[in-house]
């Protein structure tokens, strides 16, 4: 066999700098806390800093909340509750939703471009997926407000008073979006925390609740890390708790709710399966490939990050995912044509830079793409690994970068077993051009999403959420209203 | 002299036989100076042993056709109410007045005929086609948990097990079940019905002993997905949903009040012991989106 | 033959990566939603300053001017060649288009016009653009273009026949083509906007590459749609793909539709990303166009004098 043909990339015409203008953009100095419908100073007198992980420089102080300002939060939604919220109609409701989706609508470049600076995230992505997602969270769900009885037949939903959320740093207005839309549509009031990487569009949206009008103290916005989240979940008058993060945090949040009648919904790690069958449509599953496990830099929980290629098409498949590779753009999130933006902090990146290391000393080959990395900022090409086993450590634990694995099967019954085999369930990918196949696989995956012959769709009408140790409860959809109502 | 009466020798249930228990030890519920038999008091190998044969049988009982798993409740439900007058005396036996007795046991049978009705029901109650933006069809619809631990309810010897499994079975689900601690007698009764009711083997797999020995093992199993808890005890709720983290068990806390109420025919039951699956897939529409073809 | 003899004597005659020809009911599968994606990845692409400017150079040296009218008269096609020759009189340093493109009665006359300049005729043939002819008529035709000096012809294939399944007697066609064509290089047109599933279009590339085309075409221009980028994207995968069995490379040709810069540029971007750098030059992509060219050059005005520009100073024919 002579030397297989290969493609060049990068040679002959290269694209010039598009960068996303971060004019316009009116960022502040400091933000404190959004308490109570007004911006108030922490009582831990603590700020931190706020870095863009692109340039490492610091783009704003956050105030940092503690037991009391937490406390004054959930005060504060407590207030709102009784006085307010739950005593306005449920159509007037509904209508501050919808401002709300309007005004995020109206500010989006604002939105994404902050995102973007903040958490690392490609400008394409913030853009295109991100900001309008959130827009559209808040619209489907503002409409449910005034029709909660159409979900549940035979039942009158209740709310259940304050919810405590958690978001991480992946998606921060998105998840923003995710809890807090389905908690205001049922009745609830809010004490929000974001991830201490991320915290600006959170404000950002505490601005978009402020001009929205909506009534004081039903959506309160906190900073700060483990502390203040540990602060939220063991606050005795929160009602609910719904967190978004690792499988570690969630069982500690779990365990800490023992013996209370706080309901919780947790939305936890992953370690999908993608599956390519031979007879898959294969250049729409490379593409799916590529977005499965490479969107927003693998800081997905539902990344398909063990590949499953059956073995009489691995190697068109590799050859095909490597040529598409070599065409991804690494840099600049800023940038519209940037397809891998940074990593999210420099302790992220350790973690995927130690998974790494393991890979290739389990004896694993690894393939990465040649893209040059700017000199400043946190950065991961993107990677893969063939040569693997079930019995990996980078096959069994998520690493939440831009790493796959990638194994072969020969049958269906192997692919099943091995793509059940992980305590996680969030989600599945099966490529294939056999309808009854699908359905097959598509029952068989002990995972909440499946996608079959995509990857990595979101949509406010389309609930996920795990089975296993991937955590509890929905969000999106009708089946996202029942984690915040009484029944 | 009268004929020397023959009494029965009460097992457990697990995969569809009925094993004494492996710890060899028994013990004896009284009602009041009246000792209602030797109970095998089960061990945490017993717990595990039907694990497996819940597990080993999930597959077989999920994968049967909805309407199928509706007929065997319906088949369960005739041979409780072909068995009505031995658990009328048992229940008598456990402490029971004659007419508490006969109204738990028709609730017992009709508690079963509802939810049989319920099995191929539930999913298009549930079930939901999503309107997404993209192209692509997308539908979300309930699947069994798995496997699922029952503590039943303390006070009551048959519908309180009925109230539990049925909602749980009806899901697709396969349990484990501890039994009332001093009422156990329906519960090994109810095995021979449901031993005798086209149920597979392993579906429902019922234990009897003590919950102080038991509660522990049944909520840290790492291969169970469910709990449901029937009762009160702050101390045992605590307890299960403390050991449940550890592979993020699904609980449910079941009063379960009034049990003769209707309230408690309710597909919300079902609801509690199933997994919402998300389905996407594309759809091919020429030149409808996009730049289309 | 015996298959077994007969691939030992391909190996020994060093021809061992001559690609098997396959079973071409058996083509890869595509899914439509899946190629929108991919498109979507292409056309968000933010294509600026040099890079534009490079581009639309290259497009303009890519373009194959044509006019392919019942109306076509010698004073029509005299005036092509005339704008062919020169694009932009007031930016003579431009690359010129790579081919001008006209019916079989017009290639001598073509010819003649363009003789000492780089661009070469091509001619659509073989009973275009329905091709519902014989195989002689159509061998006669293409003969015609090429005996008259054509460079290049364009091909269409019986879609009908392909429609009926009949895929060894479309191939065989295509062949025969081939073979009429000498050392003209052959473009076969799948007429994709007849063809109704990207399934199909993936098809027809496999059917035309295997048949020995030195390029696929999407259109003749007479059908709508006409050329699009998921059907481009399908068939620069049809050529990927064969090139990674072979290591030979087939060029390609979308037509019709294409009149603006920008969409141009996104044609551009995906030959980059699915082919790669080699095939960024008239030797292996083409656009087949008629008004496409005043569009480029106004917009290379554009990045040259920093003025949104008018039709009024860019000629017609």
Same mark, same amino acid.
């Given at each position: ?63 940092? +909340? ?13 207030? &709102? ?35 973007? $600076? ?57 998840? &923003? ?7 205001? +549509? ?116 539902? +990344? ?20 598409? $590779? ?7 999130? $800023? ?83 091995? &793509? ?68 | ?8 020798? /009460? ?14 030890? /028994? /013990? ?10 030797? %109970? ?33 409740? /319906? ?75 029952? %503590? ?8 309180? %097990? ?74 045992? %709720? ?56 | 033959? !015996? ?6 004597? #391909? ?15 058996? *083509? ?37 001017? *044509? ?5 076509? *008269? ?61 195989? !002689? ?26 429609? #009926? ?6 191939? !065989? ?46 259109? *003749? ?81 554009? #990045? ?12 017609? !024919?």
């Amino acid at each position: 066999m002579g030397k297989s043909p290969t493609l060049e990339f990068d040679s002959k015409w290269n694209l010039s700098p598009a960068p996303e203008s971060t004019g316009h953009i009116n960022l502040k100095e400091q933000y404190d806390l959004f308490i109570g419908g007004k911006w108030v100073k922490p009582a831990s007198k603590k700020y931190f800093d706020t870095i863009n992980p692109a340039t490492e420089k610091v783009l704003a102080k956050v105030a940092e +909340a503690n037991e009391k300002d937490v406390n004054r939060a959930v005060l504060a939604a407590r207030k &709102a509750y009784n006085e307010v919220w739950s005593k306005l109609s449920a159509g007037e409701r509904g209508k501050y939703i919808y401002r709300i989706a309007r005004l995020i609508q109206e500010r989006a470049r604002e939105f994404s471009v902050i995102e973007s $600076m903040d958490g690392g995230k490609v400008i394409r992505e913030s853009r295109d997926v991100d900001v309008p997602l959130a827009a559209a969270h808040f619209f489907y769900y503002a409409g449910w407000a005034d029709k909660l009885k159409y979900a549940f037949p035979n039942r009158n939903p209740q709310p259940l008073g304050v919810a405590g959320q958690i978001i991480p740093w992946n998606f921060p207005l998105l998840m &923003a979006a995710w809890k807090i839309a389905p908690a205001l +549509a049922t009745g609830n009031t809010v004490v929000i925390k974001s991830a201490e990487t991320t915290p600006l569009t959170l404000y950002k949206l505490a601005e978009v609740i402020e001009s929205a009008g909506l009534p004081p103290g039903v959506v309160n916005i906190v900073s700060g890390a483990g502390e203040t989240g540990a602060a939220i979940v063991n606050h005795p008058d929160v009602n609910k708790i719904a967190f978004t993060g690792s499988t570690g945090v969630g069982k500690i949040i779990q365990r800490a709710v023992v013996g209370t009648n706080k309901k919780t919904t947790l939305e936890l790690g992953g370690k999908a399966a993608n599956i390519v069958f031979e007879d898959a449509p294969l250049d729409q599953a490379v593409e799916g490939i590529i977005n499965g496990i490479y969107f927003n830099q693998g800081h997905v929980c539902c +990344a398909g990050s063990r590949l499953f290629i059956q073995e009489s098409v691995k190697d068109t498949v590799l050859r095909k995912l490597r040529d598409r $590779m070599e065409s991804l753009i690494v840099g600049d999130p $800023m940038d519209k044509n940037t397809d891998i933006g940074a990593i999210n902090s420099k302790e992220q990146l350790g973690i995927i830079k130690k998974y790494i290391e393991v890979g290739k000393k389990e004896g694993a080959t690894m393939y990465q793409n040649s893209c040059d990395l700017p000199k400043k900022g946190y950065w991961c090409r993107p990677t893969l690994f063939t040569n693997v086993s079930q019995s990996s450590r980078i096959v069994q634990e998520e690493i939440f970068g831009p790493v796959l694995a990638v194994q072969t099967f020969r049958t269906i019954d192997e692919v099943i077993a091995k &793509a059940n085999n992980s305590p996680y369930g969030l989600s599945a990918g099966v490529w294939t051009d056999k309808g009854s196949k699908i359905f097959n696989l598509t029952s068989q995956m002990k995972a909440g999403i499946v996608w079959a012959n995509s990857y990595n769709k979101f949509d406010p009408t389309s609930p996920f959420g795990g089975y296993k140790e991937s955590g509890f409860g929905r969000e999106g959809g009708l089946h996202g209203l029942k984690p915040y109502l009484n029944l | 002299m009268g004929r020397v009466e023959i009494m029965k020798t /009460y097992k457990i249930y697990i995969g569809g036989a009925f094993p004494r228990t492996e710890s060899g030890r /028994y /013990y004896t519920p009284m009602n009041g100076e009246k000792a209602l038999g030797n %109970i095998c008091l089960s061990s945490r190998k017993d717990v595990r042993n039907a694990v497996v044969a819940a597990r080993v049988t999930h597959n077989k009982w999920a994968g049967k056709s909805a309407a199928n798993r509706s007929q065997i409740l /319906y088949r369960i439900a005739e041979m409780l109410e072909g068995r009505k007058n031995q658990f009328i005396a048992e229940l008598i036996l456990q402490g029971s007045t004659k007419s508490q007795a006969a109204k738990e046991v028709i609730a017992s049978v009709d508690r079963l005929i509802y939810y049989a009705g319920w099995c191929d029901k539930f999913s298009q109650v549930f079930s939901s086609v999503n309107p997404v933006a993209s192209a692509h069809f997308n539908f979300t619809a309930p699947e069994p948990m798995g496997v699922v631990s029952i %503590i039943c309810k303390e006070e009551s010897g048959l519908l309180g %097990i009925v109230s539990a499994i049925a909602p749980v079975l009806a899901g697709g689900n396969t349990c484990v079940l501890l039994a009332s601690e001093q009422r156990p007698l329906c519960a090994i009764t109810f095995a021979e019905v449901l031993n005798s009711s086209d149920v597979p083997g392993g579906t429902v797999n019922i234990l009897t002993g003590k919950r102080s020995e038991l509660i522990e093992h049944m909520a840290s199993h790492m291969d169970v997905n469910g709990f449901l808890y029937c009762g009160t005890d702050n101390e045992e %709720i605590n307890t299960v949903q403390q050991l449940a983290v550890e592979n993020l068990k699904r609980v449910t806390i079941s009063p379960l009040e009034d049990l003769l109420n209707e309230d408690h025919n309710t597909p919300y039951y079902i609801d509690d012991f199933v997994e919402m699956k998300t389905t996407w897939h594309p759809i091919e529409k020429i030149g409808a989106t996009g730049s289309g073809y | 033959m !015996d298959l077994v003899i007969f691939a030992e004597q #391909q190996a020994f005659m060093g021809k061992s990566r001559a690609p098997q020809i396959p079973d071409f009911r058996l *083509t890869p599968r595509i899914d439509q939603v899946g190629v929108g994606e991919r498109i979507s990845r292409i056309t968000t692409r933010s294509i600026k300053s040099n890079a534009k400017l490079q581009g639309l150079k290259m497009i303009l040296n890519m373009i194959d001017l *044509t006019t392919l009218e019942g109306a076509d *008269t010698r004073g029509k096609v005299s005036q092509l060649c005339n704008k062919a020759k020169f694009l932009h009189a007031s930016n003579p340093d431009l690359p010129t288009v790579a081919a001008v493109c006209v019916y079989p009665n017009f290639v001598s006359q073509a010819k003649k016009a363009l003789l000492g300049s780089p661009i070469n005729v091509a001619s659509v043939a073989t009973a275009f653009p329905a091709g519902q002819s014989s195989l !002689d008529v159509k061998i006669a035709d293409t003969k015609l273009a090429v005996d008259n000096g054509a460079d290049e012809v364009d091909m269409v294939i019986s879609r009908g026949r392909f429609h #009926q399944g009949e895929y060894n007697y479309v191939f !065989d066609e295509i062949a025969a083509v081939k073979e009429a064509c000498g050392s003209a290089r052959l473009k076969v047109i799948l007429e994709t906007g007849e063809l109704g599933a990207l399934d199909k279009v993936r098809r027809a590339s496999d059917i035309a590459i295997y048949a020995g085309a030195d390029f696929i075409k999407t259109s *003749t221009g007479k059908i709508s749609p006409a050329a699009t980028l998921p059907v481009t994207c399908v068939m620069l995968e049809a050529i990927r793909d064969y090139f990674y069995e072979s290591g030979t490379m087939i060029g390609m040709k979308p037509a019709g539709g294409i009149s603006n810069s920008k969409l141009a540029l996104q044609y551009l971007m995906l030959v980059k990303e699915t082919l790669g750098d080699a095939w960024l030059s008239n030797q292996w992509f083409r656009y087949g166009a008629s008004s496409l060219a005043n569009d480029v050059l106004m917009q290379i005005e554009k #990045q040259r004098t920093g003025n949104y520009q008018s039709k009024d100073y860019f000629s017609k !024919d």
